[in-house]
């Protein structure tokens, strides 16, 4: 049973509610009435057990057209129809676990995909910076750690087990986000003597991102590829407009550079609207890119503007009532 902080007699009414929609077949109702509106689903990560994908494959096989972003694009472009029912699959950042776990489930279900690569963590530059926030918050011997009030405090996290570090590292990688990118930035720079700990100059395996012979492959297969930054800052949060171009645009000429064809998809990091601006959404549009997908949930309908597309997040734990419920469009969008 989920853990809920909502009353019992609540709780219990919502989970009747989803059951009778589920059980009464009132779902085809929701699917049939939202037909026309293109679904983008998100993912990043994939686990080892590749049996919650799997099952995700076959509900959306079965009841869903997947399409490619490409055929996306046309859409929005020149209104060539989308089948009814279309989804398109995305991931973000360039995790090398793509590769080996959700890769090959997708391909064997003849699934389209798309990824957006944070290029400098492909060229090894760096890693992913809201993993090093959690990486140290795992490591760190320290038993608590005050968040100052200058990086989005004053707040005190207890550090005692395992549950609360996972937790603050979250909580505060969050936090981050909130930050104009020198603060941020600063604030990443100290970590490793305010925690208390040494943090690698490389990812852990876990962590890895893909090398550029395994995108080239992986591209070579058909695997679609967008730019999502050099770096994955907060847009909106940078001051200076010139590193704003050069994280958006340095991102787009190393795909194309590595992959030898033209880079037209582009991810907003962090990517809800407060996140980036209309000046941002215009550089995008003017450095050539076709299309930009935010994080803002919701289906995308015949005139949906083509750099600010919505998503829906889900992880691949399986076609369960939550999933299947997103993709009809019982929930709101």
């Known amino acids: 049973m989920e853990l809920t902080s909502e009353p019992l007699p609540m709780y219990l009414a919502k989970s009747l509610t989803r059951r009778l929609i589920h059980a009464s077949g009132a779902i085809r109702g929701f699917r049939f009435a939202n037909r026309t509106g293109l679904r983008i689903l998100m993912y990043h990560r994939f686990p080892e057990d590749s049996k919650g994908l799997t099952e995700q494959c076959e509900y959306i096989r079965r009841y869903y057209e997947p399409v490619s972003l490409r055929s996306v694009s046309n859409w929005l472009k020149s209104g060539?129809?989308?089948?009814?029912?279309?989804?398109?699959?995305?991931?973000?950042?360039?995790?090398?676990?793509?590769?080996?776990?959700?890769?090959?489930?997708?391909?064997?279900?003849?699934?389209?995909?798309?990824?957006?690569?944070?290029?400098?963590?492909?060229?090894?530059?760096?890693?992913?910076?809201?993993?090093?926030?959690?990486?140290?918050?795992?490591?760190?011997?320290?038993?608590?750690?005050?968040?100052?009030?200058?990086f989005g405090g004053p707040k005190q996290f207890s550090l005692d087990s395992m549950q609360q570090r996972v937790s603050a590292g979250k909580a505060v990688a969050i936090a981050l986000t909130q930050l104009d990118n020198q603060a941020r930035l600063r604030f990443l720079a100290d970590l490793s003597y305010a925690m208390e700990v040494h943090i690698p100059e490389d990812p852990p395996e876990t962590l890895r991102p893909l090398s550029w012979g395994e995108v080239r492959e992986l591209a070579l297969r058909g695997v679609e590829f967008g730019a999502h930054t050099k770096t994955h800052p907060i847009l909106a949060r940078i001051c200076n407009p010139s590193e704003v171009q050069e994280e958006i645009e340095g991102s787009k000429l190393r795909l194309e550079e590595m992959l030898d064809q033209p880079c037209v998809h582009f991810c907003?990091?962090?990517?809800?609207?407060?996140?980036?601006?209309?000046?941002?959404?215009?550089?995008?549009?003017?450095?050539?890119?076709?299309?930009?997908?935010?994080?803002?949930?919701?289906?995308?309908?015949?005139?949906?503007?083509?750099?600010?597309?919505?998503?829906?997040?889900?992880?691949?734990?399986?076609?369960?009532?939550y999933f299947r419920e997103l993709l009809a469009g019982v929930r709101e969008q």
């Open 268 to 321: 907003y990091p962090n990517g809800s609207f407060e996140d980036f601006t209309d000046a941002i959404v215009e550089l995008v549009r003017g450095s050539g890119f076709g299309t930009a997908v935010t994080t803002e949930r919701g289906f995308n309908f015949g005139g949906a503007d083509p750099f600010r597309l919505r998503r829906i997040a889900v992880e691949p734990f399986g076609a369960t009532y």
């Open 80 to 150: 060539v129809s989308l089948p009814a029912n279309a989804i398109a699959i995305t991931i973000d950042d360039g995790y090398r676990d793509f590769l080996l776990r959700g890769y090959p489930v997708f391909q064997k279900f003849g699934i389209p995909t798309t990824l957006y690569a944070v290029t400098d963590f492909l060229d090894g530059h760096l890693w992913l910076w809201w993993n090093q926030v959690e990486y140290a918050f795992s490591h760190t011997k320290l038993r608590s750690f005050v968040l100052d009030a200058s």
